[in-house]
């Protein structure tokens, strides 16, 4: 079992910043594929960023050159670094992990958050 508990989520003005931490417990950190959904009100759930057990990261289209995901296996925590936000990118996020970042990608993910809400002020 795997556990995530997302934090760092808050309020901010459009062009801001916010990162977000998701602690993961288990041994099969190091060996797992992490990443990051979010959901806006009234709208599905959408996929944004993932980072493989090598480092290997991809991100949606919308958060390129913004978002960064990056981890740290020492400490069991993945992160996302999130610049020049956007009233757009206000959702709950939630930090997921699996085997390998296809299934995060599809939204298959075996495990998931409680997520942290990001709001943008504009």
């Known amino acids: 079992q795997v556990q995530l508990v997302e934090s760092g989520g808050g309020l901010v003005q459009a062009g801001g910043s916010l990162k977000l931490s998701c602690a993961a417990s288990g041994r099969t950190f190091s060996s797992s594929a992490m990443g990051w959904f979010r959901q806006a009100p009234g709208k599905d759930r959408e996929f944004v960023a993932t980072i493989n057990r090598f480092g290997t990261t991809y991100y949606t289209d919308s958060v390129k050159g913004r978002f960064t995901i990056s981890r740290d296996n020492a400490k069991n925590t993945v992160y996302l670094q999130m610049n020049s936000l956007k009233p757009e990118d206000t959702a709950v996020y939630y930090c997921?992990?699996?085997?390998?970042?296809?299934?995060?990608?599809?939204?298959?993910?075996?495990?998931w958050g409680q997520g942290t809400q990001v709001t943008v002020s504009s």
């Open positions: 997921v992990a699996d085997a390998g970042t296809y299934n995060i990608r599809a939204g298959l993910a075996d495990y």
